[in-house]
């Protein structure tokens, strides 16, 4: 099969900009090279109508296992992190800027690997499809992979975390990756300072 990867998500794109098309165009994407080793694509879930967008890095091990985003360790920080901010998960479309996993095997385990500048760019268009349908009102950014795609390679979440910056009719409020909680020295301190960015996505919204 012909290389991909300089072509990018936007040929397969569907005519029809809705979330059940788009999430059944996305599964058989070629738009970059890691397709090939992923088991599926993880593409984003929740109301096709949502208040708040959280957008995270790329699928986990779990995630690319079952299919579905925020599934793993990282996802129940996550959700504790929402309930407690007092963000209802009914008003939450989750996704990552990257819906293939990205790793490196070792042994018998699958090491998470950082997607690359050009993956990040090649799947950014499923981005803009869910943003353009979904239409939240808070972009919450996980992380600084999904803050590249959304605001740029100079926007730095530990300088601008916690403050909401317009992205097109939405705003965005960016914080760190709640994986980037469960590997912190501090998880606690860690933990709170990810509740408080919520909490400023609650009030902008």
Known sequence: MANTSNNGAAKFLPDRLDLDALRAAAAGCEGCDLYRNATQTVFGEGPGHATFMLVGEQPGDREDIEGHPFVGPAGRVLDR??????????????????????????????????????????????????????????????????????LGPAFRVTQHRGEPVPLGEALAVATVHPSAVLRAPDREDAYDGFLADLRAAARAA
């Open 81 to 150: 992190g929402l309930e407690e901010a007092g963000i209802a998960r009914e008003d939450v479309y989750v996704t990552n800027a990257v819906k293939h996993f990205s790793f490196t095997p070792r042994g018998n385990r699958r090491i998470h690997q950082k997607p690359t500048a050009a993956e990040i760019t090649a799947c950014r268009p499923w981005l803009n499809a869910e943003l353009a349908v979904v239409r939240p009102e808070v972009v919450v950014v996980l992380g600084a992979t999904a803050a590249r795609s959304l």
